[in-house]
């Protein structure tokens, strides 16, 4: 069952609860670039970057993007599931929805931090429709810290209750600057988008119990070595205060570099955890020399 809905000047579709926008340009091209956003984000932090690559002179690209699973416009599940299980689904449905993989083109995937994670371990599931996978500050490979630790022992409403107080001051550490305007726009937009669908909270941080994202080392290992030519982008911002560049980058890094993948690396010494957002022009143009030079 399909609905159509009006957002922010941009049609969205939903299918079998998940909110989405499959969005293509004048050309006809057969190439998607999927958009996977991070534990408490939605599909609108990715309209700039989308709208790039929509509107590119020579090659042009599909851009699906999509709420997961309770977030944004996505429906809250009647189970309370956030595993990897339920989101690995929630994709496999659109994609198989859309038929993107009965096309003769490969789809790309890009994922934002928790995105990253479960575009990589999704790529471990379909090695064979995977064209190219982006990977934006993408967690799995934290450390099990005292902090996670305690998340295995806590009730979810006692941490929950406590974060709902603090949740402003977590939004606004995504950006080096957290006051900037463009910080100042994102946080506005997600007060507004709160206060229409009050759960998009629950979620973040039930996935937070529920989704692993630390000490996936052997998860992704296998993702990556199933399909042994498959081009890999890996961007940071050096000031990332979510998902620290140092030491996590270079666990990614070398992870990759072990298992002889072929690799790409770009860091911006200026830009924090949402750096796409920051600086997505040149976000954009590293990306598409990436993909003009791999695919």
């Known amino acids: 069952m399909q609905k159509e809905k009006e957002n922010k000047e941009t049609t969205f579709i939903k299918f079998n609860g998940t909110n989405y926008i499959y969005q293509k340009p004048n050309t006809n091209t057969n190439k998607t670039i999927i958009c996977i956003h991070g534990i408490g984000g939605h599909t609108e932090l990715f309209a700039d970057l989308a709208s790039y690559f929509l509107n590119l002179e020579f090659e042009q690209y599909n851009v699906l993007r999509y709420d997961l699973i309770g977030r944004g416009h996505s429906d809250y ?17 659109l994609i198989v929805h859309l038929e993107l993989h009965q096309n003769s083109s490969k789809y790309i995937i890009l994922g934002h931090s928790m995105g990253g994670c479960l575009a990589t371990l999704y790529t471990n599931k ?49 950006f080096v600057d957290p006051w900037s305007p463009i910080a100042n726009k994102i946080v ?23 989704f692993p994202l630390t000490n996936l080392e052997e998860e992704v290992v296998t993702s990556l070595t199933t399909n042994q030519t498959l081009p890999i982008l890996l961007m940071w911002g050096k000031k990332d ?32 955890h949402d750096f796409f957002i920051e600086d997505p022009e040149n976000v954009f143009q590293d990306i598409n020399l990436f993909l003009q030079h791999f695919l």
């Open 126 to 174: 379909y090695p064979d429709e995977v064209a190219a996978l982006i990977l934006l500050a993408p967690a799995g490979l934290l450390e099990k810290s005292i902090a996670f630790k305690l998340l295995d022992y806590c009730p979810s409403w006692l941490v929950k209750t406590p974060l709902r107080y603090i949740q402003e001051s977590g939004w606004r550490l995504n």
């Open 188 to 210: 506005s937009y997600l007060y507004e988008l709160h206060t229409e669908v009050p759960t998009i909270f629950d979620a973040s941080y039930e996935c937070l119990f529920q």
């Open 241 to 272: 205060k979510i998902l620290s560049c140092d030491p996590n980058f270079m666990k990614w890094a070398k992870l990759l570099e072990q298992k002889e993948k072929l690799l790409a690396c770009t860091l911006y010494d200026e830009l924090g």
């Open 77 to 93: 599940p009647s189970d309370n599931k956030f595993d990897v299980e339920s989101h690995l689904k929630q994709l496999r449905d």
